[in-house]
């Protein structure tokens, strides 16, 4: 049998050529047929103008596409729309998303109707029409990082970095940038590894289920400064050997839960201190999170200020794209933290890693990593230095507005009117994946005149109705008269919207088969009916936190007493979430420390008193003690102070 037949290897271009040299007859049929590689036919129709689809100028190859490029150019807008806003679609909704369209305007077409969804062929033929999208796999964002960066809170950052640098003479080897990362005994994504194709699963060996986490606080400047790191371990009592291949002048320390906490951060702002050795007269700018660590620590906020040291705390939410650590250092350096400890597996067979061997792992990842072009690369993404506030494209910024968006009207947002028209008019997909067909039959109803009358701004009938005086929701369904080009929407009840009685399409498929009699617009508000862009209709009762020099203490009178007002015993049980307290009273000494006001707005100061005993946030200290939140007043209080775990007393008495 003889090789399948390879169509189309000719070009547009061919096509163009040989239908020129036909017309000046610079050659015969034959001969430009075997010259250019055409078929005789495919010629011949061109050149009499007998082909129904393409023409002239407009020369494609094959048949006819199901939507023609405006409307396609149109889908591919909203689809990367969609997709801005953090609610991309699938390949398959893609293809539901085609044969509703299609289906609802009374668009000719060939798809699935068993299925109700456009076939495979369709979309890869689509999305090569159209190379600007491609099909990846999206990044895992949280819900509270879409919202916190947002272009108020970006704006703000750069606003108090511009001043400091500004006003304090901050060149790029001042500027360090401090963050956290946690490292396992147990990788957490293996390599990829060469195999036999067509095996069901291939494996790789891990030195066991679940791994013991080790935090490593890594810190550098623009100019490439690299402080060295500390490395915290998840154990009761220090033990020598775990420095065993540490770097020199690494920090080797360990806490109860594996991360750092208060004190280790105090401790790492004296390492800090001593490495960088900034002075009042010369000082530098620290760039970090906001962890209660680091921005509720009075005495790492003493030793910071007294030395010279700026601490800019970042917006909440926001690191994954204005901490230059997080952009650029610490994937690279996962990397090779895995690569090394799949190597040592290797040389080690049997063995397993545990915390003895993290030291000597991540020295070999960190020296891998801590290069200066790492660093640099993540300061200038950021926008940090070069100062670029514009660095961040629009579209990022899309979803945080979307989201934040709260005072949504029906009268004044046709979007929201499109939403809810979705969720009254159109049925959800059933447990096979498919479409009601009440979804279809009211969208066969959404076209509007195309005479090419021109629609009111001010008119009304985009906008839902409501009948005050109907109990059951109402359900808006568009019709047309015959005598009218316009859709009125009306009013009608459910049970009227079910029935084949009321809804009947009022055009057929014999009426519009090509998109010429269709109108853009419609296209658009059939799109935006069939697959809207998700509004935030809820209000957040917190506001996200916004950046703040933390070093700077507005108006604040910070008491810290020599020795505890009270000695307190405290059981803590973390399953029963309750506090135990015994204490016997002593007459103590205090000190008081006010900071000089570099600020005279503070509407802070009612978040660091205790609702109860009216001490400020640092008056008690203790293992364990941090301040709650109570769920009924808002108020904040010591854990020392209230006897229950999410209620002050005063409310709960």
Same mark, same amino acid.
């Given at each position: !049998?003889?090789?399948k ?9 061919? +096509? ?5 040299a036909?017309?000046?007859?610079? !050659?015969? $049929? ?6 250019y590689g ?30 023609d ?40 077409h060939?798809?699935n109707?068993?299925?109700? !969804?456009?076939? &495979? ?6 999305? @090569? ?18 919202? =916190? ?14 001043r400091?640098?500004?006003?304090n003479?901050?060149?790029?080897? @001042? ?18 590894v060469? #195999? ?24 550098a ?10 490395i ?5 009592r ?19 839960? #594996? ?38 620590? $009075?005495?790492?906020?003493t $030793? ?67 290069v ?5 690369n ?8 070069? $100062? ?21 009207? +029906?009268? *004044? ?9 979705? *969720? ?24 509007q ?13 985009e ?22 080009? &316009?859709?009125?929407?009306? *009013?009608?009840?459910?049970e ?28 658009? &508000? ?10 935030n ?11 703040v ?21 405290? @059981?803590?049980?973390?399953? !029963? ?16 420390i ?20 009216? =001490? ?12 709650i ?25």
């Amino acid at each position: !049998m003889g090789d399948k037949r390879i169509y189309y290897k000719w070009t547009e271009e061919d +096509l163009r050529r040989a239908l020129l040299a036909l017309e000046r007859k610079d !050659m015969s $049929l034959n001969k430009i047929c075997e010259t250019y590689g055409i078929p005789k036919p495919t010629i011949i129709r061109h050149f009499k103008k007998q082909n129904k689809f393409a023409n002239n100028i407009n020369i494609k190859k094959g048949g006819p596409t199901t939507f023609d490029t405006n409307f396609e150019q149109t889908l591919v807008e909203h689809i990367l729309q969609l997709e801005n806003h953090m609610f991309g679609l699938t390949i398959t909704d893609v293809r539901r998303l085609a044969f509703d369209v299609a289906e609802s305007n009374k668009i000719a077409h060939r798809f699935n109707k068993e299925r109700k !969804m456009a076939g &495979k062929t369709w979309f890869y033929s689509f999305k @090569k029409r159209h190379p600007e999208l491609s099909v990846r796999q999206p990044e895992r964002t949280s819900l509270n990082r879409i919202r =916190g960066f947002n272009r108020d809170n970006v704006n703000g950052f750069f606003d108090l970095l511009e001043r400091i640098i500004d006003e304090n003479n901050i060149t790029p080897t @001042k500027i360090f940038n401090v963050d956290e990362s946690g490292f396992s005994t147990v990788q957490k994504k293996p390599q990829k590894v060469v #195999g036999l194709k067509g095996k069901k699963q291939i494996g790789a060996i891990t030195s066991g289920e679940r791994g013991v986490n080790t935090t490593a606080v890594c810190c550098a400047s623009v100019a490439g400064q690299f402080v060295p790191p500390m490395i915290i371990f998840k154990r009761i009592r220090q033990n020598p050997e775990l420095a065993n291949g540490a770097p020199i002048g690494i920090i080797v320390t360990v806490s109860e839960s #594996g991360y750092i906490n208060s004190q280790l951060f105090v401790e790492w702002i004296k390492h800090f201190i001593n490495t960088v050795k900034p002075t009042p007269d010369n000082k530098v700018l620290l760039l970090l999170d906001g962890h209660t660590t680091h921005s509720k620590n $009075l005495e790492a906020l003493t $030793l910071a200020k007294t030395n010279g040291v700026i601490m800019l705390q970042l917006p909440g939410h926001t690191t994954h794209r204005l901490q230059p650590l997080d952009v650029s250092f610490f994937k690279p350096m996962s990397s090779y933290y895995i690569q090394a400890t799949e190597n040592w597996l290797r040389s080690n067979p049997g063995r397993q890693v545990t915390q003895y061997q993290v030291a000597s792992l991540f020295t070999e990842a960190y020296q891998k990593a801590a290069v200066i072009g790492n660093v640099t690369n993540g300061f200038k993404a950021s926008g940090i230095w070069p $100062l670029n506030r514009n660095i961040f494209p629009e579209h990022l910024f899309e979803a945080a507005e979307n989201m934040n968006a709260t005072s949504l009207s +029906l009268s *004044n947002s046709s979007d929201e009117s499109i939403s809810i028209l979705q *969720n009254s008019c159109f049925s959800t997909t059933d447990h096979d994946g498919e479409r009601n067909s009440l979804r279809t039959s009211n969208c066969h109803e959404i076209k509007q005149n195309v005479d090419g009358e021109k629609e009111n701004k001010n008119d009304n009938s985009e906008n839902i109705l409501v009948q005050p005086s109907s109990s059951k929701p109402t359900v808006c369904v568009p019709s047309t008269s015959p005598g009218t080009s &316009k859709n009125l929407f009306h *009013n009608v009840s459910p049970e009227a919207s079910v029935s084949p009685k009321v809804i009947t399409p009022t055009i057929s498929r014999k009426d519009i088969n090509t998109f010429e009699d269709v109108d853009t617009t419609v296209i658009k &508000k059939s799109l935006k009916c069939l697959r809207p862009i998700p509004k935030n209709t809820i209000k957040r009762k917190n506001a996200v936190q916004k950046a703040v020099v933390i070093t700077n203490n507005n108006k604040k009178r910070i008491v810290q007493s020599k020795k505890c007002v009270k000695k307190t015993s405290i @059981k803590y049980t973390r399953k !029963m979430r309750r506090l135990s307290i015994t204490s016997s009273s002593n007459d103590t000494e205090e000190e008081v420390i006010e900071f000089a006001d570099d600020d005279d707005t503070d509407n802070d100061d009612s978040d660091n008193i205790c609702a109860l005993c009216n =001490g400020n946030y640092y008056d008690k200290t203790g293992p364990k003690v941090d301040c709650i939140q109570c769920i009924r007043c808002k108020k904040w209080v010591h854990e020392t102070c209230t006897s229950n775990p999410d209620i002050c007393d005063n409310c709960f008495n």
